[in-house]
């Protein structure tokens, strides 16, 4: 049997579809128990949080265990198997190892270092354990993971690299800056009661809100938080339960609010949200005359000044003399670039391009320079016609190659109008979603989501000690492959003891019934003999063979020694049966 893990996290696919494959709490049960049901299962486990589904199984054949996970993770999330594909990771073995071992520490954590994934591994390992679906193999790979995990931020500073999905979510809402700062005096509303929905009430009662609203479909366990929230040594913020019906009145009160719960649809609508900060958002900031594109003084410039209009402003002497086919009002004002030069002339075809350099050649703009007239808007310096000229006659041939001469103006810029400052912070922890994506639009308020919180984690940087952290996983993956290696040997070791034991009680029988008067002193030495003799000759080989066996590719000495020593798989199979049973009644809680 062979350790196989088929899953997508936010990694690999986009929330949109994490969204759509969420497993609820029944879903989880029922793919626990068609997976065991399944032909190349015989343990599995399900590792679901917000932004992963994960199926680990004990499989006998790769291929049809990989294609049975496969389609059980889209049979029980509801998306079909072609659209799943793309976005799921097959792991195996010893990769398989290392996979949950570098999540149980943070390592493919969407914030790295963040330690609520161990509490999700043990509540998925307790979940196999109930419906009898992990064997020996599943708990003590998911013990191990949260041995390791305990070990990575115990050992390193990887809790520095990374906070809590919580925290990180609040530094989002207040863009960087101090959380305290933001947070002090706001009124809160938390939405749901489950691990995440307490870390978020906890960090927000330790940020300083002055009041949190707790919402819960059942009731009792909002006041039971709400209780904790009170009686909290280090915070003095006021906290109350309401039920689920309360929250859009709690809602058009609250500064922030918090949701995570497991609802398959969703909890704040964007109409619910618009009627929470209705008279509460300010007015966006109108764009003034002054600040819009193309008005006289803007970013853009403008190609409505002085001289711009296609009869030409008195003293220019441009755009409105005879013969000049040069449209002036798209070119003036246009920064960098000579009315005379390449962007004046951009577009125009050969002929027009010819009468342009005729009229610029009879010294109409230079004469007006000359003569002390107002220089264009636009240009550099003083103007010099005959290199100009020069240059229009070598776009001129330009043009008489490729027909015209590409548009090259700069574009205006565009000044959106500003949005208002938010009144109203939502922050949705959920997955599938519990707040409408329609609420990005909105103004005055301000949705962090986890979609969001991908984008902004994707460039966040990582802590020296991730490295330390990375190697005790390896090192932690090296010595359970080794251990389990060994363990597969065990009963083909034991079983061949089993068998000595037997021969060695044979020829004491034998003996017995050939020197029927040797008394109790000389058989007993003589048994003795021959056992240290037989166990002599084992000694060493079995030994070898477990190291050997530890090695990676040691699972054949197995089979070798079996081959060997002609036993019996059967009996190999009863001493594995009889140590999984015992291993399960010693097994502790999770």
Request: contains cysteine; charged residues 20%.
């Given at each position: 049997?062979?350790?196989?893990?088929?899953?997508?996290?936010?990694?690999s696919?986009?929330?949109?579809?994490?969204?759509?494959?969420?497993?609820?709490?029944?879903?989880?049960?029922?793919?626990l128990?068609?997976?065991?049901?399944?032909?190349p299962?015989?343990?599995?486990?399900v590792?679901?949080?917000?932004?992963?589904?994960?199926?680990?199984?004990?499989?006998?054949?790769?291929?049809?265990g990989?294609?049975?996970?496969?389609?059980?993770?889209?049979?029980?999330?509801?998306?079909?198997?072609?659209?799943?594909?793309?976005?799921?990771?097959?792991?195996?073995?010893?990769?398989?190892?290392?996979?949950?071992?570098?999540?149980?520490?943070?390592?493919?954590?969407?914030?790295?270092?963040?330690?609520?994934?161990?509490?999700?591994?043990?509540?998925?390992?307790?979940?196999?354990?109930?419906?009898?679906?992990?064997?020996?193999?599943?708990?003590?790979?998911?013990?191990?993971?949260?041995?390791?995990?305990?070990?990575?931020?115990?050992?390193t500073?990887?809790?520095?690299?990374?906070?809590?999905?919580?925290?990180?979510?609040?530094?989002?809402?207040?863009?960087?800056?101090?959380?305290?700062?933001?947070?002090?005096?706001?009124n809160?509303?938390?939405?749901g009661?489950?691990?995440?929905?307490?870390?978020?009430?906890?960090?927000?009662?330790?940020?300083?809100?002055?009041?949190?609203?707790?919402?819960?479909?059942?009731?009792?366990?909002?006041e039971?938080?709400?209780?904790?929230?009170?009686?909290?040594?280090?915070?003095?913020?006021?906290?109350?339960?309401?039920?689920?019906?309360?929250?859009?009145?709690?809602?058009?009160?609250?500064?922030?609010?918090?949701?995570?719960?497991?609802?398959?649809?969703?909890?704040?609508?964007?109409?619910?949200?618009?009627?929470?900060?209705?008279?509460?958002?300010?007015?966006?900031?109108?764009?003034?005359?002054?600040?819009?594109?193309?008005?006289?003084?803007?970013?853009?410039?403008?190609?409505?000044?002085?001289?711009?209009?296609?009869?030409?402003?008195?003293?220019?002497?441009?755009?409105?003399?005879d013969?000049?086919?040069?449209?002036?009002?798209?070119?003036?004002?246009?920064?960098?670039?000579?009315?005379?030069?390449?962007?004046?002339?951009?577009?125009?075809?050969?002929?027009d391009?010819?009468?342009?350099?005729?009229?610029?050649?009879?010294?109409?703009?230079?004469?007006?320079?000359?003569?002390?007239?107002?220089?264009?808007?636009?240009?550099?310096g003083?103007?010099?016609?005959?290199?100009?000229?020069?240059?229009?006659?070598?776009?001129?041939?330009?043009?008489a190659?490729?027909?015209?001469?590409?548009?090259?103006?700069?574009?205006?810029?565009?000044?959106?109008?500003?949005?208002?400052?938010?009144?109203?912070?939502?922050?949705?922890?959920?997955?599938?979603?519990?707040?409408?994506?329609?609420?990005h639009?909105?103004?005055?308020?301000?949705?962090?989501?986890i979609?969001?919180?991908?984008?902004?984690?994707?460039?966040?940087?990582?802590?020296?000690?991730?490295?330390?952290?990375?190697?005790?996983?390896?090192?932690?993956?090296?010595?359970?492959?080794?251990?389990?290696?060994?363990?597969?040997?065990?009963?083909?070791?034991?079983?061949?003891?089993?068998?000595?034991?037997?021969?060695?009680?044979?020829?004491?029988?034998?003996?017995?019934?050939?020197?029927?008067?040797?008394?109790d002193?000389?058989?007993?030495?003589?048994?003795?003999?021959?056992?240290?003799v037989?166990?002599?000759?084992?000694?060493?080989?079995?030994?070898?063979?477990?190291?050997?066996?530890?090695?990676?590719?040691?699972?054949?000495?197995?089979?070798?020694?079996?081959?060997?020593?002609?036993?019996?798989?059967?009996?190999?199979a009863?001493?594995?049966?009889?140590?999984?049973?015992?291993?399960?009644?010693?097994?502790?809680?999770a």
């Amino acid at each position: 049997m062979s350790l196989l893990v088929v899953g997508l996290s936010h990694r690999s696919a986009p929330v949109s579809v994490l969204e759509r494959a969420a497993l609820p709490a029944d879903a989880q049960v029922k793919l626990l128990q068609d997976t065991v049901a399944a032909e190349p299962a015989s343990e599995a486990a399900v590792l679901a949080t917000c932004n992963r589904i994960e199926l680990y199984a004990d499989v006998d054949k790769f291929h049809a265990g990989v294609a049975e996970l496969s389609t059980l993770l889209a049979q029980h999330s509801g998306v079909g198997l072609e659209e799943l594909t793309p976005y799921l990771y097959v792991h195996y073995e010893d990769r398989a190892v290392h996979h949950l071992f570098s999540v149980a520490c943070g390592l493919d954590s969407m914030v790295v270092g963040e330690g609520q994934i161990l509490g999700q591994i043990k509540d998925s390992l307790a979940r196999a354990q109930d419906l009898h679906s992990a064997g020996r193999l599943l708990n003590d790979l998911f013990q191990q993971a949260l041995r390791v995990g305990k070990r990575a931020h115990t050992e390193t500073g990887i809790d520095r690299a990374g906070q809590s999905l919580v925290t990180f979510g609040l530094e989002q809402l207040a863009r960087g800056g101090d959380v305290q700062q933001w947070a002090r005096g706001k009124n809160a509303l938390v939405i749901g009661a489950g691990s995440m929905s307490s870390l978020a009430a906890a960090t927000l009662a330790r940020a300083g809100v002055a009041e949190i609203v707790v919402a819960n479909r059942t009731v009792d366990r909002a006041e039971r938080l709400a209780q904790i929230l009170m009686e909290g040594d280090d915070t003095d913020v006021a906290a109350r339960a309401v039920p689920m019906e309360s929250v859009p009145a709690e809602l058009t009160r609250a500064d922030v609010a918090v949701s995570c719960t497991g609802a398959t649809g969703l909890v704040l609508t964007a109409e619910s949200v618009t009627d929470a900060v209705e008279g509460r958002t300010p007015a966006p900031r109108a764009v003034s005359g002054e600040d819009a594109p193309g008005a006289p003084g803007g970013e853009s410039g403008s190609a409505a000044g002085p001289g711009a209009q296609r009869g030409g402003a008195p003293g220019t002497g441009l755009g409105g003399e005879d013969g000049c086919p040069l449209e002036l009002s798209s070119v003036q004002g246009t920064a960098g670039f000579s009315v005379l030069g390449e962007a004046a002339v951009a577009g125009m075809a050969a002929a027009d391009l010819e009468q342009h350099a005729a009229w610029v050649d009879n010294g109409t703009v230079g004469g007006a320079q000359r003569a002390g007239g107002p220089a264009r808007p636009g240009t550099a310096g003083t103007l010099d016609p005959a290199a100009d000229t020069g240059a229009i006659a070598a776009l001129a041939a330009t043009v008489a190659t490729v027909g015209r001469i590409p548009e090259r103006r700069r574009p205006e810029p565009v000044e959106e109008p500003q949005r208002p400052e938010p009144v109203l912070f939502l922050l949705d922890l959920a997955m599938p979603r519990d707040i409408d994506a329609a609420v990005h639009r909105l103004g005055g308020v301000r949705l962090v989501d986890i979609e969001s919180l991908a984008e902004a984690s994707a460039g966040a940087p990582m802590a020296a000690d991730v490295d330390q952290v990375r190697r005790i996983v390896s090192d932690e993956v090296a010595a359970f492959g080794a251990a389990l290696r060994a363990a597969h040997i065990t009963p083909t070791v034991v079983a061949l003891r089993t068998m000595a034991a037997d021969v060695v009680a044979g020829e004491i029988a034998r003996l017995d019934g050939r020197l029927p008067g040797l008394d109790d002193k000389h058989r007993a030495e003589i048994t003795q003999t021959v056992r240290r003799v037989v166990d002599k000759l084992l000694h060493a080989p079995t030994v070898r063979v477990k190291q050997l066996a530890a090695e990676p590719g040691g699972a054949g000495y197995a089979d070798a020694l079996r081959t060997l020593f002609d036993l019996d798989p059967e009996t190999v199979a009863a001493v594995s049966r009889a140590e999984d049973s015992t291993t399960e009644k010693d097994r502790g809680p999770a």
